[in-house]
């Protein structure tokens, strides 16, 4: 296998017109890929668009539907004006095939295996072959370099399928030391679109979180997309893992590319723009990374700041407390002093008389300010306590 090139540092243009994304998302069952006659084993025969002329002679005479349980499998080839050249019935007998994810899965492993024999014939490249003699797993296709003995697998999958499963899936490739390309179907299960929206699978998520480029395949066109993203900030990406993870729950968009376009590295495919999309992507990351740093640090900053605060005005509050503490008991102790003060300099003086005109006057007590006997005069005072405040 050919090992990864550097990858370039800027991301070029790539734009898709709806038509070309309305096309990708096509279902039409288009047939494709034939089996041969004589060699049922042999890899199936994918008519490239423009060819149905070329090849009309070889499909009557060496070539059959590639469902092996048709009923009339004879067929030729058609080219329609618009359209991208196909196989076709001869008869009118030839019905079912199954649903179209059994169609588009027998279409797609054709198209891949047939597009990496073509482009790599120093690898073997097999279809549901088995990653070991039990046959823990069957790669959809598996390709190997005989002179490393390098593996890689791919699995087109159109059907549903559940988190679980595919991690478990995921798992046995890793076990047996076999990096696994996951490419989803241009329709149906794996595709969701609605509203003209694109979001992505439970499945796909998880795939994110793993950090893994999330492609599709349409065999019908000969065409390879990924998933990408577009933010203010950052360009277009391929779609970031969340930090910390969580499953991603935006739109996503395509940026599409032919197939034979698609080269393959030790552990992954890639192809031009999809290089450069990597590039901006583990750009955009990084920077993304470098501002979470910033933000939890200036939160750490903000929280450490705030509790230097708080025990600040938790002194000053008790110092304040003492404070004014220590001046009401300063106050009180004042007045008491005052008081007594005020007592003892009325006992030292000597009784006082209030004078009523026209009467005799009368004597007051210094202490109570109360009338005090005449025998009490020289005294000044009651000789029982008496309250000074009265």
């Not at 079912?96 to 073997?124: C, M, N, Q, W």
């Not at 595919?166 to 299960?189: E, K």
Request: hydrophobic letters at 40%; one cysteine or more.
């Amino acid at each position: 296998m050919t090992p990864k090139s550097a990858l370039p540092h800027t991301l070029g243009a790539m734009s898709h017109t709806g038509s070309d994304i309305a096309a990708f998302l096509d279902g039409e069952r288009r047939f494709v890929a034939a089996a041969w006659r004589d060699d049922p084993d042999r890899p199936y025969m994918v008519l490239a668009n423009g060819e149905a002329a070329q090849h009309r002679e070889l499909a009557r005479t060496h070539l059959r539907c590639m469902f092996h349980d048709c009923p009339a499998p004879a067929i030729t080839t058609v080219s329609r004006p618009g359209r991208r050249d196909g196989y076709r019935h001869l008869s009118t007998d030839a019905t079912g095939h199954g649903g179209p994810e059994g169609f588009h899965h027998i279409s797609g492993k054709a198209v891949l295996v047939d597009h990496l024999r073509t482009t790599y014939p120093y690898l073997l490249v097999y279809a549901e072959q088995g990653i070991d003699t039990q046959r823990t797993r069957v790669a959809d296709v598996l390709v190997e370099d005989p002179q490393s003995g390098k593996r890689i697998a791919f699995e087109v999958q159109y059907a549903a399928l559940t988190v679980e499963l595919w991690r478990q899936r995921n798992a046995d490739y890793a076990a047996a030391g076999i990096p696994v390309v996951w490419l989803f179907g241009h329709t149906g299960a794996q595709l969701n679109v609605r509203a003209g929206r694109i979001r992505l699978t439970p499945v796909q998520q998880a795939a994110v979180t793993d950090g893994r480029a999330i492609l599709w395949l349409s065999p019908t066109l000969g065409q390879i997309a990924v998933a990408t993203t577009t933010g203010h900030k950052i360009g277009t990406t391929l779609v970031l893992p969340e930090t910390p993870p969580r499953t991603w729950q935006g739109d996503v968009e395509l940026a599409i590319a032919p197939l034979k376009d698609v080269t393959l590295t030790d552990d992954d495919v890639t192809w031009p723009h999809l290089a450069a999309l990597r590039a901006a992507t583990v750009g955009a990351f990084q920077r993304r990374e470098q501002q979470r740093l910033i933000d939890e640090e200036w939160e750490r900053t903000r929280k450490a700041r705030e509790r230097v605060d708080a025990e600040a005005r938790a002194e000053r509050a008790a110092k304040e407390s003492v404070t004014k503490q220590a001046i009401k008991s300063a106050a009180d102790e004042a007045r008491t002093a005052r008081r007594a003060e005020a007592a003892r300099q009325r006992e030292l003086r000597p009784a006082t008389t209030a004078r009523t005109p026209g009467r005799t006057p009368i004597l007051l007590c210094n202490v109570c300010r109360e009338p005090l006997d005449q025998l009490l005069a020289t005294l000044g005072r009651h000789l029982m306590p008496c309250d000074p405040q009265r």
